[in-house]
């Protein structure tokens, strides 16, 4: 369905850290562009990486529409770049780096279907954890939204903390973000950020057009709380009231 170089080229973004020409969808639709992204990701399995789950994008702040009125396009994430809290990551491995504190949702059960509402979606949670994503400047900054999206939205891995229980009302957790100990930003969403559960059931329905769903152990992150450039060696600690903290050390 999609030109074999044009798989390739974003294969090799997603590996080696930086796009080439080659890799543009600027002549696709948004929805093509996820299929793209898929086509993708299947080539990645097929040479031995696992999938760990999904991002689900564009859920905060002023940007939540700018693809079209809730639209939440989805990127994949891969378990050999997801980490656990604690560990540590070369500050170089990472091109143009930047994290962004998340909450992650574990999934305790397969999760399919375009016609779940919040609820039903928060059912099949097993528990939320604190989590940072870790995002890859692999593309110019006059990248298309298409482009963007078949990139798998500059995911490059996460770091995840200790497991907590679910709860409601996580728009209104608070976070602390610290480097080296000092405090860099705090952030407690509410408004600004959509219902984590809600994120799910539309990850849920936009990945059903595709033939797809989630599976039990799967780990979806719903938004970022604010974001930092990575800028060379150090320790990033964010804790999440009444959830848990996650930390990540550059080397």
Known sequence: MYDEQLVRAFVEARLNGVASPGATAATHEVHEALGLQLAVLDRLVAAGERLAGWKVGLTSGPRRDVMGKGFRPFGYLLES???????????????????????????GAPLRGDHLDPAAARSAVRAVAPAF?????????????????????????????????????????????????????????????????????????????????????????????CNQSVQGPGTWRAVFSNIGDVTVRFA
Do not use: K
């Open 81 to 107: 770049r997801t980490l656990g809290s604690g560990d540590v990551l070369g500050h170089d491995r990472i091109r143009s780096c930047y994290l962004e504190p998340e909450l992650c949702l574990v999934l």
């Open 133 to 225: 994503e870790l995002n890859e400047r692999r593309l110019s900054a006059q990248a298309d939204d298409p482009t963007t999206i078949a990139d798998g939205l500059g995911n490059w891995g996460i770091v995840v903390g200790p497991e907590a229980p679910v709860r409601s009302a996580l728009t209104g957790t608070t976070v602390e973000l610290r480097h080296e100990d000092a405090l860099v930003a705090t952030r407690t969403p509410g408004d600004a950020m959509d219902d984590p559960f809600l994120s799910l059931s539309r990850l849920c329905a936009l990945l059903h057009r595709y033939g797809r769903g989630l599976e039990a152990g799967q780990r979806v992150i719903t938004g970022s709380f």
